[in-house]
């Protein structure tokens, strides 16, 4: 069983360069959504979305776009990296009832 | 919008020992869903126990259960005969709707040999 797929797991990027985080889920589920969890801060919501063709902006959307390709895949986009952005990223999809399945997790570093 | 707190970030007992975790939240919904996850050092992340709104009865899980006060919009997680391998951080989570899923802060759990 897959669940969800997170690549890469580890990336190191400059200031100002961009990359794509990938995430792909094989349970059918309607949401997901992209979290950044730094130390003491907890899981913070950067976008979500509710079903295929929607996306919703969370608590710290600012440096970050998302795509829903398909129901399966939902990528994060970062345009021009900041260290600022330095974090885990985990990716997720819930369930109905918002059992939430999560991904490895992603640690980027910019510097 | 929905809240989630936690206010205790790090807690230690001794094995075998009984624990509880403190979370609160803030709603005007009335049908919603509460969970408590666990990540353990690998970084993966666990769900631990799920409680329904709606449901009365406290959720268990083995040695995991939960005191769900609706009318003080409080959700613990008891942790009983705590053992090593329960050594994580915990999180406390809301979830209603086909909306955004809301996590608090975390507690940071260590159990003492």
């Known amino acids: 069983n897959a669940g969800v797929t997170q690549t890469p797991k580890f990336q190191v990027l400059k200031t100002g360069q961009s990359m794509t985080l990938q995430c792909a889920q094989d349970m059918n589920h309607n949401s997901m959504y992209w979290y950044r969890q730094d130390p003491g801060m907890g899981l913070r919501l950067i976008y979500y979305?509710?079903?295929?063709?929607?996306?919703d902006k969370g608590e710290v959307p600012n440096g970050y776009n998302v795509s829903r390709l398909n129901k399966r895949e939902f990528s994060l986009r970062l345009e021009s990296a900041a260290p600022s952005q330095t974090s885990v990223y985990f990716c997720a999809s819930s369930d109905r009832g918002g059992k939430a399945f999560f991904g490895q997790g992603t640690r980027l570093t910019v510097v | 919008a929905q809240t989630v707190t936690q206010s205790q970030p790090e807690m230690s007992v001794q094995e075998a020992e009984t624990v509880t975790l403190s979370c609160t939240y803030d709603t005007s919904e009335n049908n919603y869903y509460l969970f408590w996850y666990k990540q353990p050092p690998s970084r993966q992340m666990i769900l631990v126990i799920r409680?329904?709104?709606?449901?009365?009865q406290n959720a268990t899980e083995n040695r995991f259960s939960v005191n769900f006060q609706k009318a003080a919009k409080s959700f613990s997680l008891k942790i009983s005969d705590s053992q090593l391998g329960d050594t994580a951080m915990y999180f406390c989570a809301f979830y209603f709707g086909n909306e955004k899923l809301t996590f608090g802060t975390g507690t940071r759990l260590t159990i003492i040999p």
């Open positions: 979305s509710a079903s295929e063709g929607t996306t």
């Open positions: 409680q329904e709104a709606y449901k009365q």
